[in-house]
């Protein structure tokens, strides 16, 4: 059965974005370095689950055509949002642990990935729905931003499965939460 996991970068003050929701901190850094980790990581996703600015970043800033394929993607949001034409996009609106399960059965024993944002991998942190973190911590600073994953309150210790370091600085942490 597969697990849900949050993969993702920050800088080392803990921001996934800046105050626009741009990455222009990470893509300076390029992709290249990361490439073969993603790949490895995208192996396993069957399902994934993004926030709507995630989606809307997405389909403003990357080029044709939709990178997931046929991957289903379930879209959290309040409102009327495009639709990917050929792409399996599912808008939902309300709890997470409906979208969730939805996921999990949608991929059909490979992993659920939460990308994004910070507080959608916080809903399903808060609602014991989160399994794995996959961090990738980036050497810049920013200062202030949007958060990592802001939770409701403290979580138990995660279990370090193991790290990976990159030539750039970077680092990822692979933790269990417990």
Do not use: C
């Amino acid at each position: 059965m597969g697990v849900t996991q949050y993969y993702v970068a920050s800088t080392i003050d803990g921001f996934i974005a800046d105050d626009n929701d741009r990455i222009d901190w990470l893509l300076q850094f390029g992709f290249e370095t990361f490439q073969a980790r993603y790949d490895d990581f995208m192996d396993g996703v069957g399902a994934i689950v993004m926030g709507s600015a995630t989606y809307e970043y997405i389909l403003g800033e990357v080029a044709e055509p939709w990178a997931y394929g046929s991957i289903p993607v379930w879209v959290l949001t309040s409102r009327e949002l495009p639709i990917v034409p050929g792409a399996d996009i599912r808008f939902h609106r309300g709890d997470v642990t409906i979208a969730h399960s939805a996921a999990l059965e949608a991929a059909a024993g490979k992993n659920v990935w939460v990308m994004g944002g910070g507080n959608v991998a916080a809903q399903f942190a808060n609602a014991a729905r989160l399994d794995e973190l996959f961090l990738t911590i980036v050497p810049v600073v920013l200062g202030s931003g949007k958060r990592l994953l802001p939770l409701a309150g403290p979580t138990a210790p995660l279990k370090l499965l193991y790290t990976t370091p990159f030539p750039n600085g970077a680092i990822e942490l692979a933790y269990r939460l417990t």
